[in-house]
């Protein structure tokens, strides 16, 4: 089958638009009629060249859509339903799996754009290999993933809301429930209120943290951070941010014991990630859910972090099992609990993603669906 795609061929370079072959959908493999695509910083690492990765590439893994064709394995799914897609497809098989920590999976082909087998899902006119990022590629019309890589939700989630929970939604509420596990009445930072930070904030108000404080750059997203439940918010400019979180979160009659009890880094700067610490109060927990372009390093404080008994928490997608999380978040959202919406920024035709990737870059609006069905 023949799918239009915005492919990208060198990094920093604009992706173009070009029709590529999908494989047929045999063994556990599934075709997904994409709906919607959000677009999200780790698109733009690998757009920009910060992440290495085999190219010609479709870009793209925050997505959702209906399956439109199933291989004879395929045991969960079935033509009509519709999905949101998990960028990490579980092997099933590896000692992580087994121990129900899909997040950590050592088996999965996703982290080399492939199918399980080994194949790319896409070629070109030529017959040439065109890798779908993380095995999704959801810059384009449809896409063929491996049965865990397809999650079923309500056919009335909005395709957007579906896309998002696909990534930012299930990393940044997973952050809060699953890795940090903060109770409510726990103090929390966040550092960097992008799609990924702004899904913290709502996984905060959701457990009933307080108080919430914000660190960004732009005067925007702090506004619209207040709206999704931060009670403070802090310019990252700020030379004193350590001290004014100590002072916000200090509960106790002397004032000595200030700092967060949590404080997530979701930008993915060496700057933000060795500060981090800083923010956080004797016993807290300092959580790293940016990713950094390849090769960045950060120092740490050995000596603060034993003396106050600090831990530093890495959370690769929410510490999340999608085919339990998803559907749990989809809930969330169709209660009134989670409310998601907030969340959408532009919604762009396919062929505007480096329109949107040129936002991202300069953190206007907040996170753009591409609508796929356009
Ligand atoms: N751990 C995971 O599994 C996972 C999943 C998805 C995304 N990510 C990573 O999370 C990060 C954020 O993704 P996103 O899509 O939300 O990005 P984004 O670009 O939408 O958000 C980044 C935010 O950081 C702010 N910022 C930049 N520099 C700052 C500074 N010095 N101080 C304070 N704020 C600053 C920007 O204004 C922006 O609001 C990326 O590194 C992405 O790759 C990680
Ligand atoms: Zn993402
Ligand atoms: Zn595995």
Request: hydrophobic share 45%; net charge negative; aromatic share 2%.
């Amino acid at each position: 089958m023949t799918v239009r795609a915005r492919v990208l061929t060198h990094a920093g370079a604009p992706t173009v638009e070009a029709p590529l072959e999908l494989v047929e959908p045999g063994g556990d493999l599934v075709r997904v009629r994409l709906t919607a695509s959000g677009v999200c910083h780790s698109d733009l690492h690998v757009a920009a060249g910060e992440w290495a990765a085999p190219l010609p590439m479709v870009l793209g893994h925050e997505g959702a859509g209906i399956v439109e064709a199933v291989g004879p394995d395929v045991r969960t799914l079935r033509p009509g339903d519709h999905v949101a897609l998990s960028w990490y497809a579980q092997c099933g098989h590896c000692r992580q799996c087994r121990r129900g920590r899909a997040w950590l999976c050592t088996g999965t082909r996703s982290i080399d754009h492939r199918l399980p087998d080994g194949r790319t899902s896409l070629r070109d006119a030529d017959g040439a290999d065109v890798h779908a990022l993380l095995g999704l590629g959801t810059f384009a019309e449809a896409t063929v993933v491996p049965e865990a890589a397809a999650v079923a939700v309500p056919a009335d989630l909005p395709p957007g809301i579906a896309a998002l929970i696909g990534c930012a939604v299930t990393t940044g509420v997973g952050a809060v429930l699953n890795t940090a596990r903060v109770r409510s009445g726990d103090s929390a930072v966040v550092v960097g209120c992008g799609g990924v930070g702004q899904s913290i904030l709502l996984g905060l108000a959701l457990v009933g943290a307080d108080p919430i404080i914000a660190i960004d750059l732009s005067d925007e997203r702090l506004a619209h951070a207040r709206t999704l439940g931060a009670t403070h918010v802090l310019r990252g400019d700020d030379p004193d941010l350590a001290a004014h979180v100590a002072a916000i979160t200090d509960g106790s009659a002397d004032r000595t014991d200030g700092g967060a009890d949590h404080a997530f880094e979701a930008i993915g700067r060496a700057e933000t990630i060795t500060m981090l610490p800083s923010l956080v109060g004797r016993g807290g927990q300092a959580v790293l859910v940016g990713m950094p372009a390849d090769g960045v390093r950060a120092s740490i404080d050995p000596f603060d972090l034993a003396d106050a008994g600090k831990q530093v928490l890495g959370c690769n997608y929410g510490s999340s099992v999608p085919a339990v999380d998803f559907p749990r978040l989809a809930r969330l959202y169709t209660a009134g609990h989670l409310p998601l919406d907030a969340l959408v920024g532009a919604v762009r035709p396919l062929d505007e993603v480096d329109a949107a990737f040129a936002d991202l870059r300069e953190a206007v609006g907040l996170r753009t669906i591409l609508d796929l069905t356009a």
